[in-house]
């Protein structure tokens, strides 16, 4: 009888998709101080934990997901982040990062 050789098991995480709103407060340049633009961008963002539940620890990771997502996209620095919003959190499952990581070709053409 032969022992089948065995892979090193992956590490595997619980993916969470969340969608967010900030509210951002943007001053004007060429005005005092008092004076300001408001931004409220909806963005999303994935996180992976190793436990299966939302808990204060993913609400934290979301959050500066978003913040850190507005920051990249809109090359904002002087923004004031007033608020963070969750407006959903979507359970993607529990797999490996080259699981979640995994797509299919794209069709001819495109």
């Known amino acids: 009888m032969s022992k089948a050789i065995q892979q090193p098991k992956l590490p595997s995480f619980f993916y ?7 509210y951002v407060r943007i001053p004007r340049e060429d ?3 008092e004076a300001f633009d408001v931004a409220v961008p ?15 620890q993913a609400i934290a990771d979301a959050n500066t997901g978003l913040q850190i997502r507005y920051r ?4 904002d620095e002087t923004g004031i982040i007033e608020n963070v919003v969750l407006n959903s ?3 993607m499952g ?5 699981e979640y990581a995994q797509r299919k070709p794209a069709p001819e053409g495109v």
């Open 31 to 33: 005005e005092h101080e």
């Open 89 to 91: 959190v979507f359970p």
């Open 72 to 75: 990249t996209d809109s090359k």
């Open 42 to 56: 909806t963005l999303n963002v994935v996180i992976k934990t190793e436990m299966p539940f939302f808990g204060m």
């Open 94 to 98: 529990f797999m490996t990062e080259e």
């Open 16 to 22: 969470f998709l969340i969608t967010g709103t900030l």
